[in-house]
C-alpha cells in the first residue's frame, strides 16, 4: 500500500486564485513529519513547509499553509493567491519514526499550472 | 542559510568512464542523503550517511560507491554505469539530532550515460 497518496495528477489553476493540492499519508507510527517540497523544471527541491504529528496548530509560511486533519490522515497544501511562479511539481512526503535521518517517503507528485 | 551545493550540473558519460559526484553543504548538518530520480517521478533515496557513517544503503548496485571525508562533503564515485542510471542525481542534508529532520536539497546533477 503506499504510504503517501496524492491523487491529482495534474491541475490548472487561475493566477490569484487559491490552490489545495491534497494530501493522504499511511502510518501507524504516533511520532512522524510531513513535509511539501516545491520543484520547478529546473530539477532543485525546494523544501516549503513541515508539519509535526503532535504539532496542534496548522503549519504557516507565508502563502504556503498546511491543512493538517490527523484523523482523518489528510495534510493538504494550501496556497493562497497563487502566482505564475507556483507552476512546478509539488511533492508531499512523510518521515516516520522518532529518528531525524531516517528516510522520508515521497508521493508521486501533482504537476501545478498557473494559468494567466 | 539552507544551501546545498552539487557539482557538476550536468555529466555525460561513457559505460566504461569513472566519474564523481560532489555535494557540499555548511549548515552544520550531520545527516547527507543521496537520491535518484527519473523523469516524472518521485526522488528515490539511494543512501544515507548520519554522523559520517553510512546508516542506510537501498540495495543500491555496487557501481554507484557513496563516501563522506568529513561532515560537510559527500561524493558518489560512479564507475561502469548502464544507460538506465541516466537521471537526476539530488544530494539533501539535514540537522540530524535535533530538528525536525527537514532535508534540504540540492539543485541536483543531472547524469546521461552514454
Known amino acids: 500500500a503506499q504510504k503517501i497518496t496524492q491523487t491529482q495528477p495534474g491541475m490548472f489553476v487561475q493566477e490569484k486564485e487559491a490552490v489545495t493540492l491534497d494530501c493522504t499519508y499511511d502510518?501507524?507510527?504516533?511520532?512522524?513529519?510531513l513535509f511539501w517540497y516545491k520543484q520547478p523544471s529546473s530539477g532543485e527541491m525546494i523544501f516549503l513547509i513541515y508539519?509535526?504529528?503532535?504539532?496542534?496548530q496548522n503549519a504557516t509560511e507565508g502563502r504556503y499553509s498546511l491543512n493538517f486533519q490527523k484523523a482523518r490522515k489528510s495534510a493538504n497544501l494550501v496556497i493562497s493567491a497563487s502566482q505564475l511562479g507556483d507552476s512546478a511539481m509539488y511533492f508531499c512526503?512523510?518521515?516516520?519514526?522518532?529518528?531525524?535521518?531516517?528516510?522520508?517517503?515521497f508521493g508521486k507528485g501533482t504537476r501545478l499550472h498557473i494559468l494567466p | 542559510d539552507t544551501e546545498v551545493t552539487q557539482t557538476p550540473k550536468h555529466l555525460v558519460m561513457g559505460m566504461t568512464n569513472k566519474k564523481s559526484l560532489k555535494c557540499e553543504q555548511h549548515?552544520?548538518?550531520?545527516?547527507m542523503y543521496w537520491y535518484k530520480q527519473k523523469a516524472k517521478k518521485p526522488p528515490e533515496l539511494m543512501f544515507v550517511?548520519?554522523?559520517?557513517?553510512?546508516?542506510i544503503n537501498e540495495s543500491v548496485p555496487s557501481r554507484f560507491s557513496p563516501e563522506c571525508p568529513n561532515s560537510s562533503l559527500l561524493n558518489l564515485h560512479l564507475h561502469a554505469l548502464q544507460p538506465e542510471d541516466s537521471a537526476l542525481y539530488l544530494c539533501?542534508?539535514?540537522?540530524?539530532?535535533?530538528?525536525?529532520?527537514?532535508?534540504?536539497f540540492g539543485p541536483g546533477t543531472r547524469l546521461t550515460v552514454l
Open positions: 549548515m552544520g548538518h550531520r545527516a
Open positions: 502510518t501507524s507510527d504516533q511520532s512522524y513529519g
Open positions: 539533501a542534508s539535514s540537522l540530524n539530532s535535533v530538528g525536525d529532520g527537514t532535508q534540504y
Open positions: 512526503a512523510m518521515r516516520e519514526g522518532r529518528r531525524r535521518d531516517d528516510k522520508i517517503i
Open positions: 550517511y548520519s554522523y559520517e557513517k553510512l546508516s
Open positions: 508539519q509535526g504529528s503532535y504539532d496542534e
